[in-house]
Nanobody
Framework: QVQLVESGGGVVQAGVSLRLSCAAS????????MGWYRQAAGKEREFLAA????????GYSNSVKGRFTISRDNAKNMVYLQMNNLKPDDTAVYYC?????????????????WGQGTQVTVSS
């Protein structure tokens, strides 16, 4: 089982940038596909981005492609989500997720482990 702890959320104004972090433990981090999801109030959880075991490949949803960037540091067991030009529609709880399987198409990841989430609120 993987333990995931997100941090970096907060209340920000539209247009600014924010970086979320996720610390992982409990399993060989470099053998995990990692991803970020979000869930806005009253909506289903939405896939945002995923990154391969080594970090050489990434995948994004169309809703955030070009604004958000996922990265990882296997030496520190950390995964990050850099969010630029935030919009009020980005307001949600953001979740880190892990999947032990290797994917060619990273948008197909199916997480078995989730963090507790971190709230991001973007005001206009």
């Amino acid at each position: 089982q993987v333990q995931l702890v997100e941090s970096g959320g907060g209340v920000v104004q539209a247009g600014v940038s924010l970086r979320l972090s996720c610390a992982a433990s409990g399993r060989t981090f470099s053998r995990l596909t990692m991803g970020w999801y979000r869930q806005a109030a009253g909506k289903e959880r939405e896939f945002l981005a995923a990154i391969s075991w080594t970090g050489s490949n990434t995948g994004y949803s169309n809703s955030v492609k070009g604004r958000f960037t996922i990265s990882r540091d296997n030496a520190k067991n950390m995964v990050y989500l850099q969010m630029n030009n935030l919009k009020p529609d980005d307001t949600a709880v953001y979740y880190c997720a892990a999947d032990p399987l290797f994917y060619i198409d990273l948008t197909k990841m199916s997480p078995g482990s989730w963090g507790q989430g971190t709230q991001v609120t973007v005001s206009s």
